[in-house]
T-cell receptor, first 112, second 112 residues
């Protein structure tokens, strides 16, 4: 699976958009980008995933660059409850290698 | 919404005991996974199962076994608990292919 690079921490004001970047320059054509977050003492929560098109759901938007070497997770109106560690993961969606490899992620702190 | 339920949030056991961790999912998912999460080491896959009675070793299967007698239930067994198995244990499930894994809230297991 391709390696990902994320900033270790970011701050965001409550009510503003939070834009979390992720670099995955070695991504291959059949690898998907997944985003999860983990609030302290809870299991990881799935947010969104995509292959090459931008995606949006009720939680967030995912913007993938045309060359697919980076992506941005957007939380449109951050709240205090969005404070968490956010993980960007790249992996092949099929085959026997189903495991998720979580890196260090980005600690997003939403401030009042 | 996908629901993955782990039987205990916190568990304390003694060295040498046989320990059972239970996980149930309600979405008829084929795949189920057991991970452990330790500070600085991220998530590590212990075992996964892609069908009833089927199992495959992950990265760290030593000291563990699993059982999947029914599609919705995946059990992790610590044959003879040791202090180095003190950890947060996370269960996840997913359909086949590129669909995301969904996690339970975890079991924080302490072996004394």
């Amino acid at each position: 699976d391709a390696k990902t690079t994320q900033p270790p921490s970011m701050d965001c004001a409550e009510g503003r958009a939070a834009n979390l970047p992720c670099n995955h320059s070695t991504i291959s054509g059949n690898e998907y980008v997944y985003w999860y977050r983990q609030i302290h003492s809870q299991g990881p929560q799935y947010i969104i995933h995509g292959l090459k098109n931008n995606e949006t759901n009720e939680m967030a938007s995912l913007i993938i660059t045309e060359d697919r070497k980076s992506s941005t997770l957007i939380l449109p109106h951050a709240t205090l409850r969005d404070t968490a560690v956010y993980y960007c993961i790249v992996r092949v969606g099929r085959g026997s290698n189903y495991k998720l490899t979580f890196g260090k992620g980005t600690l997003l702190t939403v401030n009042p | 919404d996908v629901k993955v339920t782990q039987s205990s949030r916190y568990l304390v056991k003694r060295t040498g005991e046989k320990v059972f961790l239970e996980c149930v999912q309600d979405m008829d998912h084929e795949n189920m996974f057991w991970y452990r999460q330790d500070p600085g080491l991220g998530l590590r896959l212990i075992y996964f199962s892609y069908d009833v009675k089927m199992k495959e070793k992950g990265d760290i299967p030593e000291g563990y076994s699993v059982s999947r007698e029914k599609k919705e239930r995946f059990s992790l067994i610590l044959e003879s608990a040791s202090t180095n198995q003190t950890s947060m244990y996370l269960c996840a499930s997913s359909p086949p292919g590129n669909q995301p894994q969904h996690f339970g809230d975890g079991t924080r297991l302490s072996i004394l």
